[in-house]
Protein backbone atom coordinates (compact mmCIF):
# COMPACT_ATOMS: atom_id res chain seq x y z
CA UNK A 1 0.00 0.00 0.00
CA UNK A 2 0.94 3.56 -0.46
CA UNK A 3 2.38 5.35 2.65
CA UNK A 4 -1.22 7.89 2.09
CA UNK A 5 -3.36 5.12 1.64
CA UNK A 6 -1.62 3.72 4.69
CA UNK A 7 -2.13 6.69 6.23
CA UNK A 8 -6.51 6.46 6.42
CA UNK A 9 -6.00 3.00 7.29
CA UNK A 10 -4.45 4.25 10.54
CA UNK A 11 -6.66 6.72 10.87
CA UNK A 12 -9.49 4.52 11.23
CA UNK A 13 -11.10 5.29 14.86
CA UNK A 14 -14.67 3.89 16.58
CA UNK A 15 -15.76 7.37 16.70
CA UNK A 16 -14.48 8.24 13.66
CA UNK A 17 -14.78 5.48 10.62
CA UNK A 18 -12.25 6.14 7.72
CA UNK A 19 -15.42 5.27 5.66
CA UNK A 20 -17.12 7.03 2.67
CA UNK A 21 -20.94 6.88 2.51
CA UNK A 22 -22.81 7.12 -0.54
CA UNK A 23 -26.27 7.05 -1.32
CA UNK A 24 -27.80 7.02 -4.49
CA UNK A 25 -31.97 7.72 -4.85
CA UNK A 26 -33.60 5.58 -8.13
CA UNK A 27 -36.56 6.57 -9.81
CA UNK A 28 -37.50 2.78 -10.42
CA UNK A 29 -37.13 -0.08 -8.33
CA UNK A 30 -34.11 -2.30 -9.48
CA UNK A 31 -34.08 -5.96 -9.11
CA UNK A 32 -31.06 -7.21 -7.01
CA UNK A 33 -30.00 -9.52 -9.45
CA UNK A 34 -28.97 -7.16 -11.75
CA UNK A 35 -27.40 -4.91 -9.60
CA UNK A 36 -25.12 -8.01 -8.57
CA UNK A 37 -24.59 -8.71 -11.81
CA UNK A 38 -23.81 -4.83 -12.39
CA UNK A 39 -21.10 -4.84 -9.05
CA UNK A 40 -19.64 -8.23 -10.94
CA UNK A 41 -18.73 -7.14 -14.32
CA UNK A 42 -18.47 -3.46 -13.67
CA UNK A 43 -16.97 -2.86 -10.04
CA UNK A 44 -14.99 -6.09 -9.42
CA UNK A 45 -13.16 -5.42 -12.71
CA UNK A 46 -10.85 -3.35 -10.83
CA UNK A 47 -8.97 -6.03 -9.11
CA UNK A 48 -8.40 -3.99 -5.47
CA UNK A 49 -12.09 -4.57 -4.84
CA UNK A 50 -10.74 -8.27 -4.44
CA UNK A 51 -8.64 -7.09 -1.88
CA UNK A 52 -8.32 -6.03 1.93
CA UNK A 53 -5.62 -4.51 3.74
CA UNK A 54 -3.16 -6.44 5.89
CA UNK A 55 -0.45 -5.28 8.17
CA UNK A 56 3.11 -7.48 8.33
CA UNK A 57 6.03 -6.01 10.90
CA UNK A 58 4.10 -2.36 10.74
CA UNK A 59 4.05 -2.78 6.71
CA UNK A 60 0.56 -2.79 5.43
CA UNK A 61 0.12 -4.51 1.89
CA UNK A 62 -3.29 -5.41 0.10
CA UNK A 63 -3.87 -9.12 0.00
CA UNK A 64 -6.45 -10.86 -2.11
CA UNK A 65 -9.32 -12.41 0.02
CA UNK A 66 -9.23 -16.18 -0.21
CA UNK A 67 -12.92 -16.53 0.80
CA UNK A 68 -13.91 -13.47 -1.13
CA UNK A 69 -17.92 -13.81 -1.57
CA UNK A 70 -20.26 -10.76 -3.84
CA UNK A 71 -22.91 -12.13 -1.06
CA UNK A 72 -21.20 -10.44 1.80
CA UNK A 73 -20.95 -7.23 0.01
CA UNK A 74 -24.55 -6.81 -1.53
CA UNK A 75 -27.17 -6.73 0.76
CA UNK A 76 -30.89 -5.94 0.86
CA UNK A 77 -32.41 -3.80 3.39
CA UNK A 78 -36.29 -3.64 3.34
CA UNK A 79 -38.12 -0.34 4.86
CA UNK A 80 -40.71 -0.71 6.90
CA UNK A 81 -44.44 0.41 5.44
CA UNK A 82 -44.74 3.14 3.35
CA UNK A 83 -41.78 4.09 4.62
CA UNK A 84 -40.08 7.63 2.94
CA UNK A 85 -37.05 10.21 3.14
CA UNK A 86 -36.67 10.03 7.37
CA UNK A 87 -36.38 6.01 7.20
CA UNK A 88 -33.81 6.14 5.09
CA UNK A 89 -31.89 8.18 6.35
CA UNK A 90 -32.21 6.49 9.80
CA UNK A 91 -30.51 3.77 7.97
CA UNK A 92 -28.22 5.69 6.51
CA UNK A 93 -26.56 6.81 9.81
CA UNK A 94 -26.88 3.68 10.90
CA UNK A 95 -24.76 2.03 8.18
CA UNK A 96 -22.30 5.13 8.49
CA UNK A 97 -21.59 4.43 12.29
CA UNK A 98 -20.95 0.37 11.61
CA UNK A 99 -17.64 -0.79 10.56
CA UNK A 100 -16.62 -2.47 7.76
CA UNK A 101 -15.63 -6.16 8.12
CA UNK A 102 -11.64 -5.94 8.38
CA UNK A 103 -11.74 -9.93 7.46
CA UNK A 104 -12.68 -9.08 4.37
CA UNK A 105 -12.33 -6.18 1.40
CA UNK A 106 -13.83 -2.94 3.49
CA UNK A 107 -16.53 -1.99 1.02
CA UNK A 108 -20.44 -2.99 0.58
CA UNK A 109 -23.56 -1.67 -1.16
CA UNK A 110 -27.08 -1.99 0.23
CA UNK A 111 -30.11 -2.15 -1.86
CA UNK A 112 -33.52 -0.71 -0.27
CA UNK A 113 -35.83 -1.97 -3.02
CA UNK A 114 -39.00 0.07 -1.46
CA UNK A 115 -38.25 3.48 -1.75
CA UNK A 116 -40.77 6.33 -1.99
CA UNK A 117 -41.93 3.63 -5.13
CA UNK A 118 -38.07 3.44 -6.17
CA UNK A 119 -35.17 1.93 -4.91
CA UNK A 120 -32.28 3.54 -3.18
CA UNK A 121 -28.33 2.32 -3.22
CA UNK A 122 -25.97 3.05 -0.64
CA UNK A 123 -22.80 2.12 -0.69
CA UNK A 124 -19.93 1.94 1.84
CA UNK A 125 -16.03 2.22 0.72
CA UNK A 126 -13.25 2.50 2.65
CA UNK A 127 -11.15 5.80 2.17
CA UNK A 128 -8.04 3.43 1.87
CA UNK A 129 -9.26 2.18 -1.81
CA UNK A 130 -9.36 5.21 -3.44
CA UNK A 131 -10.54 9.10 -3.01
CA UNK A 132 -13.27 10.66 -4.58
CA UNK A 133 -12.15 11.90 -8.02
CA UNK A 134 -10.84 8.07 -8.30
CA UNK A 135 -14.24 6.77 -6.88
CA UNK A 136 -16.50 8.85 -9.29
CA UNK A 137 -14.78 7.68 -11.87
CA UNK A 138 -16.02 3.85 -10.74
CA UNK A 139 -19.21 5.05 -10.52
CA UNK A 140 -19.25 5.87 -14.19
CA UNK A 141 -17.89 2.55 -15.13
CA UNK A 142 -20.97 1.31 -13.31
CA UNK A 143 -23.51 3.60 -14.97
CA UNK A 144 -25.09 3.59 -17.96
CA UNK A 145 -26.08 6.47 -20.33
CA UNK A 146 -29.67 5.28 -20.96
CA UNK A 147 -31.66 2.46 -19.45
CA UNK A 148 -30.53 0.19 -21.95
CA UNK A 149 -27.23 0.95 -23.42
CA UNK A 150 -23.52 0.70 -22.98
CA UNK A 151 -21.90 2.13 -20.13
CA UNK A 152 -21.50 6.07 -19.18
CA UNK A 153 -18.12 5.35 -19.29
CA UNK A 154 -16.65 2.07 -20.08
CA UNK A 155 -14.00 0.66 -17.70
CA UNK A 156 -11.70 -0.15 -19.68
CA UNK A 157 -11.49 2.97 -20.64
CA UNK A 158 -11.42 4.33 -17.20
CA UNK A 159 -8.45 1.66 -16.23
CA UNK A 160 -6.22 3.59 -19.28
CA UNK A 161 -7.25 6.86 -18.00
CA UNK A 162 -9.63 7.99 -20.84
CA UNK A 163 -9.83 12.21 -20.49
CA UNK A 164 -13.27 12.53 -21.67
CA UNK A 165 -13.69 16.20 -21.84
CA UNK A 166 -17.57 15.85 -21.36
CA UNK A 167 -17.03 13.79 -18.00
CA UNK A 168 -16.94 15.32 -14.52
CA UNK A 169 -14.13 14.60 -12.13
CA UNK A 170 -13.18 16.35 -8.76
CA UNK A 171 -11.17 18.96 -9.24
CA UNK A 172 -11.31 22.06 -6.92
CA UNK A 173 -8.77 23.97 -7.99
CA UNK A 174 -5.79 23.52 -11.17
CA UNK A 175 -3.18 21.14 -9.70
CA UNK A 176 0.61 22.28 -9.15
CA UNK A 177 2.80 21.47 -11.30
CA UNK A 178 4.84 18.32 -9.97
CA UNK A 179 2.61 18.07 -6.62
CA UNK A 180 2.58 14.79 -5.46
CA UNK A 181 6.45 14.39 -6.20
CA UNK A 182 6.77 17.66 -4.02
CA UNK A 183 4.01 16.33 -1.20
CA UNK A 184 6.31 13.47 -0.69
CA UNK A 185 9.65 15.20 -0.07
CA UNK A 186 7.28 16.86 2.38
CA UNK A 187 6.38 13.97 3.99
CA UNK A 188 10.17 12.58 4.13
CA UNK A 189 10.97 16.08 5.89
CA UNK A 190 8.02 15.77 8.25
CA UNK A 191 9.22 11.94 9.34
CA UNK A 192 13.18 13.36 9.54
CA UNK A 193 12.36 16.10 11.84
CA UNK A 194 9.36 14.20 13.81
CA UNK A 195 7.06 15.80 16.59
CA UNK A 196 9.23 18.42 17.35
CA UNK A 197 7.93 20.47 14.59
CA UNK A 198 4.50 20.31 16.10
CA UNK A 199 5.36 20.68 19.40
CA UNK A 200 7.34 23.52 19.35
CA UNK A 201 6.17 25.65 16.53
CA UNK A 202 8.96 28.25 17.18
CA UNK A 203 11.02 25.40 14.94
CA UNK A 204 8.65 26.10 11.94
CA UNK A 205 8.92 29.87 12.20
CA UNK A 206 12.50 29.23 11.82
CA UNK A 207 12.27 26.70 8.63
CA UNK A 208 9.98 30.12 7.48
CA UNK A 209 12.76 32.32 7.79
CA UNK A 210 14.64 30.26 5.10
CA UNK A 211 12.37 31.73 2.62
CA UNK A 212 10.77 29.10 0.53
CA UNK A 213 7.32 28.71 0.38
CA UNK A 214 6.56 25.57 1.78
CA UNK A 215 7.94 25.72 4.91
CA UNK A 216 6.14 29.13 5.07
CA UNK A 217 3.23 27.15 4.62
CA UNK A 218 4.23 24.86 7.68
CA UNK A 219 4.52 27.57 9.86
CA UNK A 220 1.40 28.97 9.48
CA UNK A 221 -0.07 25.60 9.74
CA UNK A 222 1.92 25.20 13.21
CA UNK A 223 0.78 28.25 13.99
CA UNK A 224 -3.00 28.25 12.87
CA UNK A 225 -5.39 29.10 15.81
CA UNK A 226 -8.45 26.96 16.23
CA UNK A 227 -11.44 28.15 14.90
CA UNK A 228 -14.60 29.35 17.33
CA UNK A 229 -15.40 27.45 19.79
CA UNK A 230 -19.60 26.46 18.68
CA UNK A 231 -21.45 23.49 19.60
CA UNK A 232 -19.67 21.47 16.74
CA UNK A 233 -16.80 21.19 18.03
CA UNK A 234 -16.30 18.67 20.87
CA UNK A 235 -15.07 15.10 21.28
CA UNK A 236 -17.18 12.42 18.81
CA UNK A 237 -19.25 9.54 19.84
CA UNK A 238 -19.89 6.63 17.58
CA UNK A 239 -23.45 7.44 16.69
CA UNK A 240 -23.80 9.98 13.36
CA UNK A 241 -26.86 11.18 11.74
CA UNK A 242 -27.23 11.78 8.07
CA UNK A 243 -29.37 14.55 6.58
CA UNK A 244 -30.46 16.11 3.30
CA UNK A 245 -32.19 18.84 1.62
CA UNK A 246 -34.21 19.25 -1.56
CA UNK A 247 -31.60 19.73 -4.48
CA UNK A 248 -31.69 23.43 -6.04
CA UNK A 249 -31.39 24.18 -9.90
CA UNK A 250 -27.65 24.31 -10.51
CA UNK A 251 -28.40 26.78 -14.13
CA UNK A 252 -29.91 29.16 -10.81
CA UNK A 253 -26.62 29.06 -8.92
CA UNK A 254 -24.85 29.64 -12.30
CA UNK A 255 -27.16 33.12 -12.96
CA UNK A 256 -26.82 33.73 -9.02
CA UNK A 257 -23.15 34.22 -9.25
CA UNK A 258 -22.51 35.56 -12.73
CA UNK A 259 -24.67 38.42 -11.18
CA UNK A 260 -22.33 38.49 -8.05
CA UNK A 261 -19.24 38.06 -9.59
CA UNK A 262 -18.90 35.36 -7.65
CA UNK A 263 -18.37 31.50 -9.09
CA UNK A 264 -20.75 28.34 -8.27
CA UNK A 265 -18.44 26.98 -5.43
CA UNK A 266 -18.83 30.78 -3.42
CA UNK A 267 -22.38 30.90 -3.99
CA UNK A 268 -22.71 27.45 -2.56
CA UNK A 269 -20.15 27.75 -0.01
CA UNK A 270 -22.31 30.97 1.49
CA UNK A 271 -25.04 28.76 1.31
CA UNK A 272 -23.80 26.41 3.69
CA UNK A 273 -22.59 28.86 6.09
CA UNK A 274 -25.95 30.47 6.06
CA UNK A 275 -27.51 27.53 6.85
CA UNK A 276 -25.00 26.67 9.96
CA UNK A 277 -25.49 29.96 11.17
CA UNK A 278 -29.12 29.66 11.24
CA UNK A 279 -29.14 26.74 13.40
CA UNK A 280 -26.82 28.31 15.76
CA UNK A 281 -29.06 31.42 16.07
CA UNK A 282 -32.20 28.93 16.15
CA UNK A 283 -30.30 26.78 19.06
CA UNK A 284 -29.70 30.74 21.28
CA UNK A 285 -26.09 30.42 20.32
CA UNK A 286 -24.05 33.53 19.90
CA UNK A 287 -22.47 34.15 16.31
CA UNK A 288 -20.95 37.46 16.15
CA UNK A 289 -17.58 36.84 15.04
CA UNK A 290 -18.28 32.79 14.31
CA UNK A 291 -15.91 32.01 12.09
CA UNK A 292 -16.35 27.92 11.39
CA UNK A 293 -13.66 26.58 9.56
CA UNK A 294 -13.44 23.64 7.29
CA UNK A 295 -10.70 21.10 5.25
CA UNK A 296 -12.18 20.73 2.26
CA UNK A 297 -10.00 18.29 -0.29
CA UNK A 298 -8.23 19.36 -3.27
CA UNK A 299 -7.36 17.12 -6.12
CA UNK A 300 -3.60 17.01 -6.88
CA UNK A 301 -3.70 14.14 -9.97
CA UNK A 302 -3.60 14.72 -13.46
CA UNK A 303 -6.85 14.85 -15.50
CA UNK A 304 -5.08 11.57 -17.45
CA UNK A 305 -5.00 9.79 -13.98
CA UNK A 306 -8.33 10.26 -12.87
CA UNK A 307 -9.44 6.54 -13.49
CA UNK A 308 -6.54 5.26 -11.29
CA UNK A 309 -7.28 3.46 -7.70
CA UNK A 310 -5.45 5.36 -4.09
CA UNK A 311 -5.40 8.49 -2.92
CA UNK A 312 -3.84 11.67 -4.57
CA UNK A 313 -5.50 14.73 -3.21
CA UNK A 314 -4.75 17.30 -0.82
CA UNK A 315 -6.62 20.05 1.96
CA UNK A 316 -7.28 23.39 2.35
CA UNK A 317 -8.72 25.21 5.32
CA UNK A 318 -11.36 27.24 4.16
CA UNK A 319 -12.80 29.82 6.84
CA UNK A 320 -16.85 30.35 6.61
CA UNK A 321 -17.82 33.64 7.81
CA UNK A 322 -20.62 32.55 9.97
CA UNK A 323 -20.87 35.88 11.82
CA UNK A 324 -22.17 37.74 9.07
CA UNK A 325 -25.53 37.89 8.50
CA UNK A 326 -25.96 40.22 4.99
CA UNK A 327 -25.96 36.87 2.65
CA UNK A 328 -24.20 39.08 -0.31
CA UNK A 329 -21.80 40.54 1.79
CA UNK A 330 -21.08 36.98 3.20
CA UNK A 331 -20.71 35.57 -0.57
CA UNK A 332 -17.84 37.75 -0.89
CA UNK A 333 -15.88 37.18 2.58
CA UNK A 334 -15.88 33.56 1.32
CA UNK A 335 -14.98 34.45 -2.17
CA UNK A 336 -11.90 36.70 -0.66
CA UNK A 337 -10.99 33.54 1.47
CA UNK A 338 -11.36 30.72 -1.90
CA UNK A 339 -9.29 33.57 -3.62
CA UNK A 340 -6.19 33.52 -1.10
CA UNK A 341 -5.81 29.75 -0.85
CA UNK A 342 -5.69 29.34 -4.83
CA UNK A 343 -2.05 30.02 -4.33
CA UNK A 344 -1.56 28.38 -1.38
CA UNK A 345 0.50 25.07 -0.47
CA UNK A 346 -2.01 24.14 1.53
CA UNK A 347 -2.97 20.99 -0.60
CA UNK A 348 0.58 20.06 -1.14
CA UNK A 349 1.36 20.28 2.38
CA UNK A 350 -1.62 18.13 3.41
CA UNK A 351 -1.01 15.54 0.98
CA UNK A 352 3.01 15.40 2.49
CA UNK A 353 1.22 15.36 6.08
CA UNK A 354 -0.59 12.03 4.75
CA UNK A 355 2.35 10.32 3.33
CA UNK A 356 4.20 11.18 6.72
CA UNK A 357 1.33 9.77 8.97
CA UNK A 358 1.54 6.46 6.50
CA UNK A 359 5.52 6.14 6.68
CA UNK A 360 6.28 7.54 10.03
CA UNK A 361 5.95 5.89 13.36
CA UNK A 362 2.58 5.69 15.23
CA UNK A 363 3.30 8.78 17.42
CA UNK A 364 4.06 10.70 14.68
CA UNK A 365 1.04 9.90 12.51
CA UNK A 366 -1.03 10.41 15.82
CA UNK A 367 0.39 14.25 16.49
CA UNK A 368 0.06 14.79 12.83
CA UNK A 369 -3.48 13.99 12.92
CA UNK A 370 -3.78 16.29 15.55
CA UNK A 371 -2.05 19.03 13.82
CA UNK A 372 -4.29 18.77 11.07
CA UNK A 373 -8.10 18.15 12.34
CA UNK A 374 -7.65 20.22 15.27
CA UNK A 375 -7.88 23.72 14.02
CA UNK A 376 -11.49 22.75 12.40
CA UNK A 377 -14.88 21.94 12.73
CA UNK A 378 -16.08 20.49 9.34
CA UNK A 379 -14.79 18.27 6.32
CA UNK A 380 -16.65 19.80 2.99
CA UNK A 381 -16.60 18.26 -0.31
CA UNK A 382 -17.83 19.68 -3.27
CA UNK A 383 -18.10 17.74 -6.02
CA UNK A 384 -19.05 18.30 -9.84
CA UNK A 385 -20.72 15.02 -10.80
CA UNK A 386 -22.33 14.09 -14.12
CA UNK A 387 -24.60 16.58 -16.08
CA UNK A 388 -26.50 14.09 -17.66
CA UNK A 389 -28.91 11.26 -16.61
CA UNK A 390 -27.58 8.00 -15.14
CA UNK A 391 -28.99 4.51 -14.96
CA UNK A 392 -27.95 1.78 -12.99
CA UNK A 393 -29.06 -1.86 -12.77
CA UNK A 394 -31.97 -0.27 -15.41
CA UNK A 395 -33.07 2.53 -12.16
CA UNK A 396 -32.52 6.23 -13.29
CA UNK A 397 -30.60 7.83 -10.96
CA UNK A 398 -32.17 10.78 -9.27
CA UNK A 399 -29.81 12.29 -7.00
CA UNK A 400 -26.70 11.42 -5.76
CA UNK A 401 -25.39 12.06 -2.57
CA UNK A 402 -21.58 11.10 -1.44
CA UNK A 403 -19.91 12.22 2.23
CA UNK A 404 -16.04 11.82 2.99
CA UNK A 405 -15.31 10.60 6.37
CA UNK A 406 -14.34 13.36 9.06
CA UNK A 407 -10.65 13.17 10.71
CA UNK A 408 -9.34 13.00 14.32
CA UNK A 409 -12.00 14.93 15.98
CA UNK A 410 -14.29 16.42 13.51
CA UNK A 411 -17.70 15.57 13.93
CA UNK A 412 -19.52 17.15 10.82
CA UNK A 413 -19.19 16.05 7.37
CA UNK A 414 -20.75 18.32 4.50
CA UNK A 415 -21.84 17.05 1.22
CA UNK A 416 -22.27 19.66 -1.73
CA UNK A 417 -22.61 17.31 -5.16
CA UNK A 418 -24.18 18.84 -8.61
CA UNK A 419 -25.68 15.59 -11.10
CA UNK A 420 -28.00 16.08 -13.70
CA UNK A 421 -28.21 19.90 -13.45
CA UNK A 422 -29.15 19.78 -10.01
CA UNK A 423 -27.53 20.54 -6.81
CA UNK A 424 -27.65 18.52 -3.43
CA UNK A 425 -26.83 19.08 -0.09
CA UNK A 426 -26.28 16.86 2.82
CA UNK A 427 -24.70 16.60 6.00
CA UNK A 428 -23.73 13.50 8.42
CA UNK A 429 -22.61 14.59 11.75
CA UNK A 430 -22.02 13.75 15.37
CA UNK A 431 -25.28 12.46 17.09
CA UNK A 432 -23.91 13.90 20.33
CA UNK A 433 -22.60 17.28 18.57
CA UNK A 434 -25.18 17.72 16.29
CA UNK A 435 -28.47 15.46 16.91
CA UNK A 436 -30.91 17.19 14.39
CA UNK A 437 -28.92 17.85 10.90
CA UNK A 438 -32.22 17.97 9.06
CA UNK A 439 -32.43 21.44 10.51
CA UNK A 440 -29.31 22.63 8.71
CA UNK A 441 -30.23 20.50 5.47
CA UNK A 442 -34.03 22.56 5.72
CA UNK A 443 -32.12 25.68 5.96
CA UNK A 444 -30.00 25.45 2.25
CA UNK A 445 -32.35 26.39 0.20
CA UNK A 446 -34.08 28.69 1.67
CA UNK A 447 -30.11 30.85 2.11
CA UNK A 448 -30.03 30.31 -1.77
CA UNK A 449 -33.33 32.13 -2.08
CA UNK A 450 -31.65 35.13 0.07
CA UNK A 451 -29.01 35.23 -2.35
CA UNK A 452 -31.19 34.96 -5.46
CA UNK A 453 -33.47 37.77 -4.15
CA UNK A 454 -30.38 39.98 -3.55
CA UNK A 455 -29.34 39.98 -7.22
CA UNK A 456 -31.32 43.03 -8.10
CA UNK A 457 -30.69 44.57 -5.17
CA UNK A 458 -26.57 44.05 -5.22
CA UNK A 459 -23.88 45.55 -7.52
CA UNK A 460 -21.36 42.54 -8.32
CA UNK A 461 -17.98 43.55 -6.43
CA UNK A 462 -14.53 43.35 -8.09
CA UNK A 463 -12.41 40.47 -7.06
CA UNK A 464 -10.49 42.48 -4.75
CA UNK A 465 -12.99 43.62 -2.58
CA UNK A 466 -12.68 42.91 1.13
CA UNK A 467 -15.73 43.14 3.28
CA UNK A 468 -16.06 44.43 6.51
CA UNK A 469 -14.55 42.64 8.55
CA UNK A 470 -11.55 41.63 6.80
CA UNK A 471 -10.83 45.75 6.02
Known amino acids: MSAVDTA ?26 RLTATIENRFLCFSRFHQRPEEVSG ?4 KTDPAFDLERHVTRIALPGKAGTKELQTVVSRLASTPLDPEHPLWQFHLVDNFL ?42 RTASADKNVS ?63 FKGKPGVAKRAAWAAPISLPDVKSVGKALGASVNDVLLSCVAGALRAYLVRKGDPVKGVVIRALVPVNLRPIAQAGKLGNQFGLVFLDLPIGIEDPVERLYAIRANMNALKTSYQPVLALGLLAAMGAGPKMLQDQLLIALARNASAVMTNVPGPQQPLYIAGG ?18 VSILSYDGAVQFGLLTDRGLCPDPERISARFGPEFEKLRLAVPAAEPQPASFRPRHQR
Not at 403 to 412: C, E, F, N
Request: with cysteine; hydrophobic share 50%; aromatic share 4%.
Open 8 to 33: WLRMDRPDNLMMISGVMLLHDRIRFE
Open 59 to 62: VSYW
Open 117 to 158: GGSALIARIHHCYADGMALMQVLLSMADATRRRPPAMPARAT
Open 169 to 231: VVQLMQSLPGASKLAMKIGTLLVEKGVAIWQDPAKAVALAVEGTAVATEIARLALMGQDSPTR
Open 396 to 413: KIEALMVWAPQSGDIGMG
